[in-house]
């Protein structure tokens, strides 16, 4: 069974930049991985999600900001973000869920089967 352990959110000031790690336990070759983000009040949404080819998509309002890549080696997960907005501030997952070879991860989070704990991430203008 693949556990999940996120790191690296803080508070940073708008136009500052962070990067969230997510170390897996367990096989991960095969899976869909990717950030979720949930502010208060809101439901959770995709930030960006990677697939076991490197298909990468982004939610529209991170593109060009937020980069997600993968460690391999060391079976980790990365989201770079930079140039942050307040509207950025919500508790980060990392996720991961069944792999879909050459096609796209799905972007709702109930597909994703297994979550880590969150990280804060806090953008202040």
């Known amino acids: 069974q693949v556990q999940l352990v996120e790191s690296g959110g803080g508070s940073v000031q708008a136009g500052g930049s962070l990067r969230l790690s997510c170390e897996a336990s367990g096989n991960t070759a095969s899976t869909c991985m990717g950030w979720f983000r949930q502010a208060p009040g809101k439901e959770r949404e995709r930030v960006a999600t990677?697939?076991?080819?490197?298909?990468?998509d982004y939610a529209d309002s991170v593109q060009g900001r937020f980069t997600i890549s993968k460690d391999n080696a060391k079976n980790t997960l990365y989201l770079q973000m930079n140039s942050l907005k307040p509207e950025d501030t919500a508790m980060y997952y990392c996720?991961?869920?069944?792999?879909?070879?050459?096609?796209?991860?799905?972007?709702?989070?109930?597909?994703?089967?297994?979550w880590g704990q969150g990280t804060q991430v806090t953008v202040s203008s």
């Open positions: 996720a991961a869920g069944p792999g879909t070879g050459w096609s796209r991860c799905p972007g709702r989070s109930y597909e994703y089967n297994i």
């Open positions: 990677r697939n076991e080819v490197s298909l990468r």
